[in-house]
């Protein structure tokens, strides 16, 4: 069983930064892939960014592209997502994913899911 916490959300200003963490608890983690989906107000849920360590791989949605970062810890433990140049449109709730399987990373059929934490950008 894995369990993911994100941390971090909040208010801030466009153009502003902020740093999502993602604490993780199981086994194996380091052979998972680990991602960051987010959902805004009347959207569906849309991938962000995503990171497996036993390829050291990364991946980006075009959205995010050049101003996210995903990083952690390789031991799976702790996955930050850091945002800069942030936008109004960036606006969501930001949730953790973990995954074993080799799977379409973009896609939100991950096993384990976090609850979520609020990113809210003022214009």
């Known amino acids: 069983q894995v369990q993911l916490v994100e941390s971090g959300g909040g208010l801030v200003q466009a153009g502003g930064s902020q740093r999502l963490s993602c604490a993780a608890s199981?086994?194996?983690?380091?052979?998972?892939?680990m991602a960051w989906f987010r959902q805004a107000p009347g959207k569906e849920r849309e991938f962000v960014a995503a990171?497996?360590?036993?390829?050291?791989?990364?991946w980006y949605s075009e959205a995010v592209k050049g101003r996210f970062t995903i990083s952690g810890d390789n031991t799976g433990n702790t996955v930050y997502l850091q945002m800069d140049s942030l936008k109004p449109e960036d606006t969501a709730v930001y949730y953790c994913?973990?995954?074993?399987?080799?799977?379409?990373?973009?896609?939100?059929?991950?096993?384990?899911w976090g609850q979520g934490t609020q990113v809210t950008v003022s214009s």
């Open positions: 199981g086994r194996f983690l380091s052979r998972y892939i």
């Open positions: 994913a973990a995954d074993p399987r080799t799977l379409n990373y973009e896609l939100d059929d991950y096993n384990y």
């Open positions: 990171i497996r360590w036993v390829i050291s791989r990364t």
